[in-house]
Every structure is written in C-alpha cells, then in structure tokens.
C-alpha cells in the first residue's frame, strides 16, 4: 500500500486539488455559508481519495485526473446545495413555529399582518 501511495501521490493530490478548488469556487459564486463550504470540500476530497484507486486499477490514471477532480468537485457542490436547501427549510420551519407560539402567548398579536 505505502508503495502505491508512494507512486500515485502526485496524481491523487492532483485530484484532491481539483475537486476542492471546483467546490470552493463553485460554492463561493452560490454565496458562501461556512459549514456548507466545508461538508462540500471533505465530500468532494473524500470522494477523489476513493474513486482514484478504481481509476488507477482501470488505467484511467494521469491526464484523467482532471476530469475526475471536476466530477468529484461537483458531486461536493451537490452535498452543498442540498445542506443550503436544508437550511433555508429549517429556517422557514423555525419562523412558522415562532409565529405559532406568539399567537399561542399573545393571541390576536398578529392580526395586523397584511
């Protein structure tokens, strides 16, 4: 194994490099929240680190590393986008049940709404 490792490192370093900067920019340009940007990074690194040995063993190593950092970089944007989707429908849940427990204390304290 420390062998391999040792005769792929470039390569996969390579892919690891690729898949974060493609999730980062991309995540950056869909507007930035800090934890997403890291779930997104680790799952695209993750993902390079785990395919690339299939790849090897297939001899798409070398020059395909390229395409596969972009493959794994937007697979983390796709983990980004559903941890965004799940945050603004936490948010919109937490506001609906805040409402909810205002017209329980102050009834009629929203009766004004347009």
Partial sequence: MRD??????????????????TSTTIGFREGSKGGAIFVSNAASAILAMVIYPFLEKWGYNGPFVGLLGLFCGACGMAMFGVLISLSSQIDKRRVKLAEGLIDRVAPGSGDDKP
Avoid: D, G, P
């Avoid at 391999?4 to 892919?15: K, M, P, S």
């Fill in 4 to 21: 391999w490792l040792t005769a792929q490192w470039e390569w996969l370093a390579t892919a690891v490099f690729i898949a974060v900067i």
